[in-house]
């Protein structure tokens, strides 16, 4: 067994997540048992970029959802959905990502890290 180390380099626009042997990647001080074979330990690295994903966010007749159309994101973002019926309409259902999450008026995707859509329906 041996007591993976801290790593001393930088990578610019990268940080550091940990070793991996190519199969599992495991963190700094982390305890590592060796079999009974060769291995071989290398830096495990992650782009400090963070992706960009869109919310889809559409209604049918009798009332709105608020933003609407498609809202470009940044990872690890929040986005609030306001959904409203017109007079004379009620607000039957709202759908996240094509699953019902029931008759409510707001709705809050919280640290985006996918595309998802929501539909208002009335």
């Known amino acids: ?10 990578r610019t626009g990268y940080h550091f997540v940990g070793w991996t042997d190519g199969k599992n990647v495991f963190e700094a001080n982390a305890v590592y048992r060796i079999a009974y074979s ?47 019926a017109d007079e004379g309409y009620s607000i039957g259902d709202v759908k996240v990502d094509g699953e019902s999450v029931g008759v409510i008026s707001e709705y809050t995707f919280e640290n985006i890290c996918s595309n998802h859509t929501i539909e208002a329906l009335f």
């Open 38 to 84: 060769d291995i071989t330990l290398t830096a495990f690295w992650e782009s400090d970029e963070k992706r960009q994903y869109t919310i889809s966010a559409s209604c049918q007749t009798g009332g709105s959802i608020t933003p609407n159309g498609e809202v470009t994101l940044t990872e690890g973002e929040t986005q609030k959905f306001t959904i409203t």
């Open 1 to 10: 067994m041996v007591i993976l180390p801290e790593n001393s380099y930088t």
